[in-house]
């Protein structure tokens, strides 16, 4: 189990991730998601609220020039899951789902995004909450050649203090060189303030865009969230 703080420090561009886990104290479920950018195009975002959810729009619409692949639905909420992703296939897996369809066969409608030479992959994460309890899952979608490699990481019963980490790009490159391997396992540490703030003070500062954080009560179902936009904040 590593520290999740030194390991967005130790990495300068880890481009999109998703975080899901257990708080400390077994009390909370958590997720969250982060974007970064290198172009003004990407670096030209904020994360809103948008119902139980959240979705990423322009900053300043004047400077936005392609919004096929950044303005998206990240965080959508159906009943008892809550699915968060790094593209529109958060609605693909909406739509699915409610067609009585698994996050996994959602997920066989799409490849990764067709933005040559990186053909960024796409993550995908969904928590089902149950009886006071909850398990997750995610997946990556990456090219391989003409193929697309598609991993799907389920976890049950997760632990306190634990959870998984998947981001988009093992590092800064050119061109950019998809994550590899088995989600990372990491600390969940503190408060969501507490938790919050050590995601966000250790992306790089000039790569970080916006971060999204939820803990949520598995007695209740009540959640608390935070949304640091680096700009409008």
């Known amino acids: 189990m590593q520290k999740l703080n030194e390991l967005l420090k130790s990495n300068a561009y880890p481009g999109r991730g998703i975080i899901t886990g257990k ?6 479920a958590v997720a969250a998601y982060f974007i970064m950018g290198r172009s003004e195009n990407s670096r030209n975002r904020v994360f809103k609220e948008n119902g139980e959810g959240i979705k990423t729009a322009a900053f300043d619409e004047a400077k936005m020039s392609d919004p096929s692949l950044v303005i998206y639905n990240a965080v959508r ?20 789902m409610d067609r ?74 050119e061109p950019l060189p998809s994550f590899e391997g088995e989600p990372v ?16 003070n250790a992306l790089n500062a000039e790569n970080k ?21 680096k700009h409008g904040n």
């Not at 790094?86 to 739509?95: H, K, R, S």
């Not at 865009?209 to 936009?229: A, M």
């Open 100 to 173: 009585q369809q698994t996050f996994e066969q959602a997920l066989r409608t799409r490849e990764y995004e067709p933005d040559a030479p990186n053909f960024t992959p796409r993550i995908s994460g969904i928590l089902h909450f149950a009886e006071s309890n909850f398990n997750y899952a995610l997946s990556i979608l990456k090219k391989d050649g003409e193929s697309c490699l598609r991993y799907n990481f389920a976890y049950n019963n997760p632990a306190a203090g634990f959870g998984r980490f998947i981001h988009t790009y093992k590092f800064d490159s």
């Open 185 to 200: 396992a990491v600390e969940i540490k503190g408060s969501i303030d507490e938790f919050t703030d050590s995601i966000w």
């Open 77 to 96: 909420v159906m009943g008892s899951k809550l699915v968060i992703t790094n593209g529109d296939q958060t609605d693909t897996i909406c739509a699915l």
């Open 23 to 28: 708080s400390a104290d077994g009390a909370n």
């Open 209 to 229: 865009v916006s971060l999204w954080t939820r803990f949520i009560d598995l007695e209740t179902g009540n959640y608390e969230s935070r949304i640091v936009n």
